[in-house]
């Protein structure tokens, strides 16, 4: 019996784990595939965090994903500046933003020209970082084309979803002053949340065998002593 209600535990703590930590296994889910899409050296895809402030108080994290082009993005929040927010004009920055920027991160909408048309243009103007902002909730990974085989940008480039985008625009337009961090923290090798959930299934599996044999012993003595 004490067997029993070890694996009956084993077997409900295994349930709970996989309710409480969903994301371990779907990380990454929201972004669309690309695999085929040409890799540089330097021209990676890795999560960014987005921290704003409004009027110097910390507000909302958002997460996207940085372009396969442009520098790469600080892993640690600590080494992450705070660097005011502009929203373009125009806002696809396919031409010439209509004002020069000081070091200012500028956020576009994607959309009617190449990502690397946006940067460039962004950079240009001044800009120390882009955020481009998706036209539906999911993220997309920006790569670079076939045909850019030389590419002269030195300002990271960060894909955001539509919504956050949306919140982004809102807190522009309402407050005086917003501001954001950038950083992309470095995935561990290995998932602890996984590695759990992969231990539990297979204790499960363990228990509910020898639940089974345990059972049929039992069955069968049962049955010995009463025939």
């Known amino acids: 019996m004490d067997m029993q209600k070890l694996c009956f535990v084993i077997t409900v703590t295994a349930v709970i784990s996989l309710v409480c930590y969903p994301s371990s ?56 500046n705070q660097i005011r927010l502009t929203l373009s004009d125009p806002l696809d920055c396919c031409s010439a933003p209509k004002h020069k920027l000081d070091g200012d991160v500028i956020m576009v909408h994607r959309g009617h020209c190449k990502f690397t048309t946006k940067a460039n243009n962004a950079q240009t103007a001044g800009a120390s970082a882009l955020l481009i902002i998706n036209n539906q909730k999911e993220l997309y990974k920006m790569v670079c084309e076939p045909d850019e085989t030389d590419l002269d940008i030195h300002i990271p480039a960060v894909m955001l979803p539509q919504d956050a985008g949306s919140s982004l625009e809102k807190m522009l337009l309402t407050n005086s002053s917003v501001s954001v961090q950038l950083y992309s923290p470095k995935r561990p090798l290995v998932d602890i949340a996984e590695v759990f959930l992969w231990l539990m299934a297979v204790g499960t599996i363990l228990c509910a065998s020898y639940w089974s044999a345990w059972s049929a012993r039992e069955a069968a003595i049962e049955q010995g002593c009463c025939g």
Do not use: M, Y
């Open 25 to 80: 296994v779907t990380a990454g889910d929201i972004v669309h595939d690309d695999n085929l899409a040409p890799k540089k050296p330097g021209c990676e895809n890795d999560f960014v965090k987005v921290q704003t402030w409004v009027d110097g108080v910390e507000d909302a994290e958002f997460v996207g994903v940085g372009a396969r082009f442009g520098t790469t993005i600080v892993s640690k929040e600590k080494n992450a």
